[in-house]
């Protein structure tokens, strides 16, 4: 029994090496040193104003690949870039109104993000580091929270002028039912995303 289970991890080790996990290396348009780069693009999402259309952010491609036949619909859900929205902050503020990069990258072993923390725990890697961002609280339309690498900057062919889309704000925590301490309701909520080791 126990060479069967050895010979399990075994294999699942060797998948592993191959297949990897992947996730999105957010505001960064290369992949951290121990993981492999598969593409880079844009941050998009919803409009900061619009209900509708997707929730989350997603990583477009910068070589979009167009179907056959031109096919087209007039309801639609609609997509634009991401900017950082970072003027009232005391970081970042060279970042202000810039479109954001993303890569998605392929490490190891599964990865996960863990907002509040800006370094993993026993036996988890560290991919990169940076701080959590997200839609502004009182915008109609809501966003998932995302981890920005500690080191962001700007996408290729980024305008800094202001063109609205889906926005990127830091985010801090509300003192109440989220207890204080641990947490500082004035302080930028750090994240980290971790793949495991073996």
């Known amino acids: 029994m126990l060479f069967c289970i050895k010979d399990n991890i075994q294999l699942t080790d ?5 297949v990897g996990f992947v996730y999105i290396h957010w505001g960064r348009d290369s992949c ?3 993981s492999s780069f598969i593409y880079d693009g844009f941050v998009a999402g919803s409009h900061y104003t619009h209900t509708g259309s997707g929730v989350n952010y997603l990583c477009l491609s ?7 036949g031109n096919p087209t619909a007039s309801s639609v859900g609609i997509i634009h870039g ?11 503020t060279h970042l202000h109104d810039n479109e954001v990069p993303c890569t998605a990258c392929r490490s190891r072993g599964p990865t996960m993000m863990i907002p509040g ?3 993993c725990y026993e036996g988890w890697k560290l991919e990169y580091h940076g701080y959590l961002m997200t839609s502004y609280h009182a915008h109609a339309g809501s966003k998932e929270f995302i981890c920005v690498d500690s080191d962001a900057t700007v996408a290729e062919g980024s305008n800094s002028g ?16 989220l207890k ?10 750090t994240c980290a995303v971790c793949s495991q080791t073996k």
Do not use: M
């Open 14 to 18: 060797k998948v592993n090496d191959k």
């Open 32 to 34: 951290p040193t121990g």
């Open 62 to 68: 910068k070589e979009p690949r167009w179907a056959n």
């Open 82 to 92: 991401s900017e950082y929205e970072t003027s009232s902050s005391n970081i970042w």
């Open 117 to 119: 923390r800006n370094i």
């Open 162 to 177: 202001d063109q609205t889309g889906a926005l990127l704000y830091f985010v801090k925590a509300v003192c109440g039912s």
């Open 180 to 189: 204080c301490p641990p947490y500082d309701g004035n302080k930028l909520i």
